[in-house]
């Protein structure tokens, strides 16, 4: 018996030692080693940025809302507003004499509409570098809107109207940015592109596409290419009080299937089994009852939570900061809300279902579309085959509407000449963001058309972004703040500046690392 005491003590005490090891290095990496190390930082924050004068501030706003009134609508890549497209050509014009009448400056049309500007650097040794923005917006019924959703009208501070967000703001800001430095005789010593499309919100085909590929048949190199997608977020990742700014270093890919059950028709009165409606939706049910899977860890998403890990509250700290240990455990919670499960795995989504003429008619056929967004860590091909081995059923007949895989991830490390570009920009005018960290875009862009000019694509956009503007972005009311709109002016201006920095300088001794 005492033998036998002795052994379950000494089990107990090895047990007990297993467990105070293991909370100490729980808690040694969450509040001393504080991994992964990130990006140094280079500089000191400086508050020497864009010093805007009242009449310039007066003057962006106004150009801004001129560009919101044009109504360049995107329905679909057959049907776009061009009577609207041609008119922001000239409008653009019109606002930004110093940009179209530089001699250092090449302005070009590319498919009829979009719009390509090469700045001539004065050293033509550095590596160029390109902005990407588009002018054209989703379509914007009235109803329901405060204001007319092409009106910019301009209330408690505010700009209403579509394109606010997306992307005209974009567009109009590295225009705006660019004016304002030629005014100061500024001539930047490195080269680079501003890129606008057309045709952005329907794949950017006859825009995008078309500028990439005169790029490259150019023979065209770029340091970076810096597009929309992500921005700076205050209040939208739980757990995190301070705003932490996100630039997207990958996008998620897309394929749009078609789904076809074709079967005898016939009178409601003696119905078949199963019908072609019964046979389609019971696939889509299918689909929507097995998630693709979970793929935390595989992709971006884990290198985002990594470097944020500092800036959660307690106990999510703790956690973040050792998903070595507790990473099931954070990928089943980020399943459970759809902007998180976005972000772990390819979503799944049933947008069109279409079926019968009459009551009492048995249809002959049904059609159901669906859209996947692909995880970083998937392929079309890979997420196509899932679908039928789910699907399961040879009376459902699958066609690929449109596919293409997700993009590269592209470079976030001490290396890498845009990072600090951006990290060194964004804490200057960001004044209350202390973290910089690398993310995902679930939505697509154009820059996916510019893979092959460069492999450090980044998507962000120079905003402050709360959790109520979100649902504005493609919706009702879609609005950005007057102060907002001239911090994005005034970060265009620096990057611009900064990107004329031709070495790096060693890490800061005095500031951690983001």
């Not at 789910?390 to 290396?415: G, H, Y």
Request: hydrophobic fraction near 45%; proline fraction near 6%; include cysteine.
């Amino acid at each position: 018996m005492a033998g036998g005491r002795r052994a379950v003590t000494v089990a107990l005490l090895a047990l007990g030692s297993v467990v105070l090891a293991l909370a100490a290095a729980v808690l040694l990496r969450a509040f001393v080693l504080r991994a992964p190390a990130g990006v140094p930082r280079l500089w000191a924050r400086s508050a020497g940025t864009a010093a805007l004068s009242a009449s310039e501030r007066r003057e962006l706003k106004e150009a801004l809302r001129g560009a919101i009134k044009i109504p360049t609508v995107s329905w679909s890549p057959e049907d776009l507003n061009t009577t609207a497209m041609a008119e922001f050509g000239s409008y653009i014009q019109k606002v930004f004499p110093a940009v179209f009448s530089s001699k250092f400056i090449r302005h070009e049309i590319v498919g009829q509409y979009s719009h390509l500007f090469t700045v001539q650097g004065s050293a033509p040794g550095l590596l160029p570098y390109m902005l990407l923005a588009h002018m054209d917006v989703v379509p914007a019924p009235p109803e329901g809107w405060d204001f007319p959703p092409f009106s910019a009208a301009e209330h408690q501070g505010f700009i209403y109207g579509r394109g606010t967000l997306d992307n005209k703001n974009s567009a109009m800001g590295i225009l705006q940015a660019l004016e304002f430095l030629l005014r100061r005789n500024y001539r930047p010593q490195r080269s680079f592109y501003i890129g606008i499309g057309h045709d952005e919100e329907v794949s950017g085909l006859k825009g995008a596409k078309r500028i990439a590929a005169l790029l490259e048949a150019r023979g065209v190199k770029l340091s970076f290419l810096l597009d929309e997608g992500s921005a700076v977020l205050d209040g939208i990742i739980a757990g995190v009080k301070k705003p932490v700014a996100m630039i997207a270093v990958t996008e998620k890919g897309s394929m749009t299937l078609n789904f076809t059950v074709e079967k005898e028709p016939g009178h409601s009165s003696f119905p078949p089994k199963e019908t072609s409606i019964g046979i389609l939706a019971a696939a889509m049910s299918r689909l929507e009852q097995n998630p693709l899977p979970n793929l935390f860890g595989h992709g971006p998403e884990l290198m985002t939570m990594e470097h944020l890990a500092a800036e959660f509250n307690f106990p999510l700290n703790i956690i973040m900061s050792n998903l070595w240990l507790f990473s099931p455990i954070v990928s089943r919670v980020l399943a459970w809300k759809p902007s998180t499960n976005a972000l772990i795995r390819t979503t799944t989504a049933v947008t069109l279902f279409n079926a019968g003429i009459k009551v009492n008619v048995i249809p002959s056929s049904a059609r159901a579309t669906v859209n996947f967004r692909i995880h970083s860590a998937e392929t079309a091909a890979e997420v196509l085959e899932a679908v039928r081995s789910t699907i399961a059923d040879d009376r459902v007949k699958i066609d690929v509407v449109e596919a293409f895989d997700p993009l590269p991830i592209s470079p976030w490390d001490e290396q890498t000449f845009a990072i600090h570009i951006f990290q060194k920009t964004i804490l200057d005018i960001f004044p209350d963001v202390d973290s910089v960290v690398p993310g995902t875009c679930i939505g697509n862009t154009d820059s996916r058309h510019f893979s092959n000019v460069t492999k450090a694509i980044y998507r962000f956009n120079p905003l402050l972004l709360a959790q109520h503007d979100l649902p504005r972005i493609h919706g009702l009311n879609e609005r950005i703040s007057i102060e907002n709109y001239e911090r994005q002016v005034e970060f265009l201006f620096q990057l611009i500046k900064n990107c004329d920095i031709e070495t790096l300088p060693e890490p800061h001794a005095n500031s951690h690392e983001l």
